[in-house]
């Protein structure tokens, strides 16, 4: 996702939270951890903190403001960050897009230079390119704490190049984009960093910018599924999570973006191409996911299409807009024990995953 330039973090001292009088709700049923939010500065603040004690969230993202101070403030917020959570008995993933070229939230001269996908592209040698973008890109977070990566993009390079992609593909062959692909995810993830294979089922093809408005994909069920080989191969290779998008492909489920398609996040990704990990929302408060519904109810509709974990990534508010549908709508009978129980199971494998290789470390 697109870091945007002034998020908004505001109290959320609500009298339906005080009135309810549960105040391990979210941690008795995990719904708290199926949500993924960001932080408003370089130190851990106290709605963060409360976030974590209270609500029991613990996946936060990293963005450029957290990292204006420098990697020793970086590590050190990394660091808060964990020991908030442990002592809740929880394991956080803490996540970044830091994907090289125009997407990444380490940036020099604070943070060391990197590789991007042109330079993989333009080398002589794409796939030892592919493979040092990975390494550089895995010991560059592994210094600060940050133990996932919202990485590679598995998109054709198509349409979406004109705007969103800019920079960000690996290329407009699919056989090509699946091969890079996988070499980045077996270096990123046998160097620790969870890899993250995005967006599903690939936005090559979408006119618009999903960060503005919803796009629409209307390409024929042959140029969709060939977007899917990339996917398939990463799910081959084991990768460990898969980020969808706030785009609608007609030809697959015409008035719904994968986002809130079950069809898409369940039937294809999961039976059909055989996921077992981590799948993620991308950002819930873009205008691609809200222009038409509610945030609160843009995460319901997530989670019953499949996704385990929800992004919101700016505003304080709107995660609590989003605990208190997903309450509503577990104690409604809307969103089923089964289906957060199977959620938070996916979630706390990989954060115990992460947290048993740092231990080791």
Same mark, same amino acid.
């Given at each position: 996702?697109?870091?945007?330039?002034?998020?908004?973090? &505001?109290?959320?001292? #609500?009298?339906?939270?005080?009135? $309810?009088?549960?105040?391990?709700?979210?941690? %008795?049923?995990?719904?708290?951890?199926?949500i $993924?939010?960001?932080?408003p500065?370089?130190?851990?603040?106290?709605?963060?903190?409360?976030?974590?004690? *209270?609500?029991?969230?613990?996946?936060?993202?990293?963005?450029?403001?957290?990292?204006?101070?420098?990697? %020793?403030?970086?590590?050190?917020?990394?660091?808060?960050?964990?020991?908030?959570?442990? #002592?809740?008995?929880?394991?956080?993933? !803490?996540?970044?897009?830091? =994907?090289?070229?125009?997407? *990444?939230?380490?940036?020099?001269?604070?943070?060391?230079?990197?590789?991007?996908?042109?330079?993989?592209?333009?080398s002589?040698?794409? +796939?030892?390119?592919?493979?040092?973008?990975?390494?550089?890109?895995a010991? $560059?977070?592994? %210094?600060?704490g940050? /133990?996932?990566?919202?990485?590679?993009?598995?998109?054709?390079?198509?349409?979406?190049?004109?705007?969103?992609?800019?920079?960000?593909?690996?290329?407009? =062959?699919?056989e090509?984009?699946? =091969?890079?692909?996988?070499?980045? &995810?077996?270096?990123?993830?046998? /160097?620790?960093?969870?890899?993250?294979?995005?967006?599903?089922?690939?936005?090559?093809?979408?006119?618009?910018d999903?960060?503005?408005?919803?796009?629409?994909v209307?390409?024929?069920?042959?140029? !969709?599924?060939?977007?899917?080989?990339?996917?398939?191969?990463?799910?081959?290779?084991?990768?460990?999570?898969?980020?969808?998008?706030?785009?609608?492909?007609?030809?697959?489920?015409?008035? +719904?973006?994968?986002?809130f398609?079950?069809?898409?996040?369940?039937?294809?990704?999961?039976?059909?191409?055989?996921?077992?990990?981590?799948?993620?929302?991308?950002?819930?408060?873009?205008?691609?996911a809200?222009?038409?519904?509610a &945030?609160g109810?843009?995460?319901?509709?997530?989670?019953l299409?499949?996704?385990?974990?929800?992004?919101?990534?700016?505003?304080? =508010?709107?995660? !609590?807009?989003?605990?208190?549908?997903?309450?509503?709508?577990?104690?409604?009978?809307?969103l089923?024990? #089964?289906?957060?129980?199977?959620?938070?199971?996916?979630?706390?494998?990989?954060?115990?995953?992460?947290?048993?290789?740092? #231990?080791?470390r």
């Amino acid at each position: 996702m697109v870091e945007k330039n002034k998020p908004i973090f &505001i109290s959320y001292k #609500t009298n339906s939270l005080r009135a $309810m009088g549960q105040t391990n709700f979210w941690k %008795d049923t995990g719904i708290g951890n199926l949500i $993924m939010t960001g932080l408003p500065g370089a130190f851990l603040d106290p709605g963060t903190k409360d976030l974590i004690s *209270r609500f029991g969230i613990s996946n936060f993202i990293i963005f450029s403001k957290n990292t204006k101070e420098g990697p %020793d403030t970086l590590k050190r917020l990394c660091h808060d960050i964990e020991s908030a959570c442990v #002592t809740q008995g929880l394991y956080p993933l !803490i996540a970044v897009d830091q =994907e090289g070229g125009p997407v *990444r939230r380490l940036m020099p001269p604070l943070f060391p230079d990197m590789g991007s996908a042109t330079g993989v592209l333009s080398s002589s040698r794409p +796939r030892d390119a592919m493979r040092e973008l990975a390494w550089t890109t895995a010991s $560059m977070l592994k %210094d600060v704490g940050i /133990n996932m990566n919202l990485s590679p993009v598995l998109d054709l390079c198509l349409e979406a190049e004109g705007h969103v992609l800019r920079g960000r593909c690996l290329g407009r =062959e699919a056989e090509q984009v699946a =091969e890079l692909g996988t070499v980045y &995810i077996e270096e990123l993830q046998g /160097n620790g960093i969870v890899a993250t294979a995005k967006h599903f089922p690939g936005i090559g093809m979408a006119m618009v910018d999903p960060h503005l408005e919803r796009a629409m994909v209307r390409g024929s069920d042959k140029k !969709i599924w060939e977007g899917l080989i990339p996917f398939r191969q990463a799910i081959k290779a084991g990768v460990a999570a898969v980020m969808t998008s706030h785009v609608v492909f007609t030809a697959i489920d015409p008035s +719904r973006p994968a986002t809130f398609s079950r069809k898409i996040a369940t039937k294809i990704l999961r039976r059909d191409l055989g996921f077992k990990g981590l799948l993620l929302s991308d950002d819930l408060e873009m205008k691609g996911a809200t222009a038409h519904e509610a &945030i609160g109810q843009a995460a319901v509709d997530a989670c019953l299409a499949g996704h385990d974990l929800l992004l919101v990534c700016n505003n304080q =508010e709107n995660v !609590i807009q989003c605990l208190e549908s997903l309450r509503q709508a577990y104690e409604t009978g809307v969103l089923s024990k #089964t289906t957060v129980e199977a959620s938070c199971q996916r979630i706390r494998l990989a954060q115990k995953t992460v947290h048993d290789r740092e #231990t080791r470390r």
